[in-house]
């Protein structure tokens, strides 16, 4: 399906926008001001499907509309089914609700301890410092407040976050999301991980941010010596699919790990866009081409209007166990689900352990061969004595 998958063939450029002087394209406050941001946009330049006109319609009721023009680019505007267009371009699906569907699906309006900081885990926190998104993901865990369509007015209260970490000296691990954190300018995110490096007990810093995917612009060198100044500082993209791994993207990872940032990404998985193991495969490649571990693969959060998006367990654990073993460890991500209600990421495998027998596992490997490994080691015999002397030492 990708069968020269060299950088060099990877989409890049202005495309529709080869007009645009390239100091402005590069620009990405450039990319913000002209996002595609309703129907009225978007059909300009493609035609719509009723489904996505009505979707466009309604977007902004539930969860805004917003694609840079860079992200446009991807989308194959002749395939109603594009995989990127499906990402990032609403449906009317989204009006449905299924009844395993909630607003806030992981319970995160529980597990917070002030505005926009969740502290779940015994030693880390999520601390959300933004609502707002370079380009709005149709299946967002958060859109009950990404984007402010719904009226949640989310207002974080970085004093108050970061006197909750000061205060509690088991968080040692803080994770800056949102929203996307790379939507602030950089003083502001250069005051707070200033303020968060000043605070002893906070030993891990990381970033989840798709600003790099939807506008590599955003990777300035400017922002590159932020993140190195307040270093370690490490970084989950959130690349879905290979065409999105763009020339553009593949500079914008080099310049952060030059800038000493550990890349990882989080996949979600999703229907009709990365649920089959060739687009997983390539994906997970290309990462580790642009030095992006990927860390984790999500089953998509129970979100209302997402169920046009899901894709089953079997599915996911089926794509595991066709990358595992059959390619480099470094590639395959662990696959999770976010427990419904608030429980944390909880990992799903392929059960290789077929069986447990006279103390031995029995286990499979990834080309279905079987092999035993004992479950305790065993107390082991005196060795025979390889020489004359009987084990006595006296043969010197
Ligand atoms: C995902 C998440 C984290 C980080 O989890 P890791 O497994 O350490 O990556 C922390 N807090 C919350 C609330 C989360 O949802």
Same mark, same amino acid.
């Given at each position: 399906?990708?069968p020269?998958d060299?950088?060099?063939n990877?989409?890049s450029?202005?495309?529709?926008?080869?007009?645009v002087?390239?100091?402005?394209?590069?620009d990405?406050?450039w990319?913000?001001?002209h996002?595609?941001?309703?129907?009225?946009?978007?059909s300009?330049?493609?035609?719509l499907?009723p489904?996505?006109?009505?979707?466009?319609?309604?977007?902004?009721?539930r969860l805004s509309l917003a694609i840079?023009?860079?992200f446009f680019n991807?989308?194959?505007?002749?395939?109603?089914?594009?995989?990127?267009?499906?990402?990032?371009?609403?449906?009317?699906?989204e009006?449905?609700?299924?009844?395993?569907?909630?607003?806030d699906? /992981?319970g995160e309006?529980?597990?917070?301890?002030?505005?926009g900081?969740?502290? #779940?885990?015994? %030693?880390r &926190?999520l +601390? *959300?410092?933004?609502?707002?998104?370079a380009?709005y993901?149709?299946?967002?865990?958060?859109?009950?407040?990404?984007?402010?369509a719904r009226?949640y007015?989310?207002?974080?209260?970085?004093?108050?976050a970061?006197?909750?970490?000061?205060?509690?000296?088991e968080?040692?691990?803080?994770?800056?999301?949102?929203?996307?954190?790379? /939507?602030l300018?950089?003083?502001?995110?250069?005051?707070?991980l200033?303020?968060? #490096?000043?605070i %002893?007990? &906070?030993? +891990? *810093?990381?970033?989840?941010?798709?600003?790099?995917?939807?506008s590599p612009?955003?990777?300035?060198?400017?922002?590159c010596e932020i993140l190195k100044?307040?270093?370690p500082?490490?970084?989950?993209?959130?690349v879905?699919?290979?065409r999105e791994c763009?020339?553009?993207?593949?500079a914008?990872?080099e310049?952060?790990?030059?800038?000493?940032?550990?890349l990882g990404?989080?996949?979600?998985?999703?229907?009709?866009?990365?649920?089959d193991?060739e687009?997983?495969?390539?994906?997970?490649h290309r990462l580790?081409?642009?030095?992006?571990?990927?860390?984790?693969?999500y089953?998509?959060d129970?979100v209302?209007g997402s169920?046009h998006?899901r894709?089953?367990?079997?599915?996911?654990?089926e794509?595991i166990?066709?990358?595992?073993?059959?390619?480099?460890?470094?590639?395959?991500?662990?696959?999770?689900?976010d427990?419904?209600?608030?429980?944390?990421?909880?990992?799903?495998?392929?059960?290789?352990?077929?069986?447990l027998?006279?103390?031995?596992l029995?286990?499979?490997?990834?080309?279905?061969?079987?092999?035993?490994?004992p479950m305790e080691?065993?107390?082991?015999?005196?060795?025979?004595?390889?020489?004359?002397?009987g084990?006595?030492?006296n043969?010197?």
């Open positions: 399906m990708y020269q060299r950088p060099e990877w989409p450029g202005q495309g529709l926008w080869a007009d002087p390239p100091e402005e394209w590069n990405w406050g990319q913000m001001r996002r595609f941001k309703s129907a009225e946009d978007l300009r330049l493609m035609e499907t489904s996505e006109l009505e979707g466009c319609r309604l977007a902004g009721t840079t023009p860079h991807l989308i194959d505007r002749s395939d109603p089914e594009c995989p990127i267009r499906r990402q990032v371009i609403p449906r009317a699906e009006m449905t609700s299924a009844p395993e569907e909630r607003i699906p /992981l309006e529980h597990h917070t301890v002030a505005p900081l969740v502290h #779940r885990y015994p %030693d &926190v +601390f *959300l410092v933004t609502d707002r998104c380009s993901c149709r299946y967002c865990t958060r859109s009950r407040l990404v984007s402010n009226g007015h989310f207002l974080p209260e970085y004093e108050e970061l006197a909750y970490i000061r205060a509690h000296r968080v040692r691990d803080v994770l800056l999301s949102g929203g996307d954190p790379l /939507l300018a950089d003083e502001k995110l250069d005051h707070l200033g303020e968060l #490096r000043k %002893d007990h &906070v030993e +891990f *810093l990381r970033i989840g941010s798709r600003a790099p995917v939807f612009q955003r990777v300035t060198p400017e922002l100044k307040h270093g500082v490490w970084m989950s993209l959130h879905n699919h290979p763009t020339r553009e993207l593949a914008a990872c310049r952060l790990s030059f800038a000493g940032v550990p990404n989080q996949s979600v998985l999703l229907a009709g866009v990365n649920d193991a687009t997983m495969k390539s994906l997970v580790l081409m642009m030095r992006v571990r990927p860390y984790y693969l089953m998509g129970l209302q169920a998006l894709a089953g367990v079997r599915r996911g654990v794509i166990r066709a990358l595992r073993g059959h390619t480099s460890g470094y590639a395959v991500p662990q696959l999770v689900i427990a419904p209600g608030g429980g944390g990421k909880i990992p799903v495998n392929p059960d290789y352990v077929e069986e027998e006279d103390g031995r029995i286990l499979r490997n990834f080309q279905g061969r079987k092999f035993a490994y080691p065993s107390v082991p015999h005196k060795a025979e004595s390889p020489c004359s002397c084990g006595s030492g043969c010197g």
